[in-house]
Structures are given as C-alpha cells and as structure tokens.
C-alpha cells in the first residue's frame, strides 16, 4: 500500500532539462528523508541528491551539484528532481527512495535498508 511512482523520464537532447516527480501513497513524504538514485546498466546505483522531511535540508554530491536540484511540494506529497545541461553519461534509470532517517545517513544505506522505493522512470540524453 505505500508506493512511490516516478515520472518525468523522457529521450532528450544534450543540454537539455527535465523534471522528475516522485510521488508518493501511504506515506507522507514531510515526514521521511527523500532522494533520487541512478542506474546505468552494468553499473552500481548511485546517490543523487536527497532531502529532509524535518528541515528541508538538502545533500547533492559535488559532481552533481548545480546541474541537479531536489525540491518537495508538501501539498502533493511530491519530490522533484530538476535536471539541467544533460549529458549522455546522465542516462540511466532514475529511482526515488524514502526513509525515516536523516539526509546524512540517507546515502550510506543499503538498498534494503529504506523504508520505500519507487520502479523508476528511464531517462535518455541522445541526439
């Protein structure tokens, strides 16, 4: 009964921009830690950016940051993830997560460890 459902997942071009939504069911997304994850084929899932239910405190690794920007609209129980100057090597499958614990831990978890996933959204960058 909780789910979370991503959208936004389209084929661009390079330099172009898209919007992820992640929206969620059964849980009030105010209340976790949410982040959006990557994953190209053959290659590990990787943190994007993520931020907190509490104080809105948000957390985006230095090479991501700038390009991609995670915000949450409480009156939709929504997360977005807004992805400017894409690349080619920004293709994969974009997955978002949600977990009880703080933004600071939210990346060191185990893929089992969060309390919700999403079944993700592809997004290609290509001429």
């Known amino acids: 009964q909780v789910q979370l459902v991503e959208s936004g997942g389209a084929l661009v071009q390079p330099g172009g921009s898209l919007r992820l939504s992640c929206a969620a069911s059964?849980?009030?997304?105010?209340?976790?830690?949410v982040g959006w994850f990557r994953q190209a084929p053959g290659q590990e899932r990787e943190g994007i950016s993520c931020?907190?239910?509490?104080?809105?405190?948000?957390y985006t690794p230095d090479s991501l940051k700038g390009r991609f920007t995670i915000s949450r609209d409480n009156a939709k129980n929504t997360v977005y993830l807004q992805m400017n100057s894409l690349e080619p090597e920004d293709t994969a499958v974009y997955y978002c997560a949600a977990d009880r614990r703080s933004w600071y831990q939210f990346f060191l978890l185990d893929v089992g460890e969060f309390d919700a996933w999403g079944q993700g959204t592809q997004v290609t960058v290509s001429s």
């Open positions: 931020i907190d239910g509490d104080d809105g405190q948000a």
């Open positions: 059964g849980l009030s997304l105010d209340h976790y830690t």
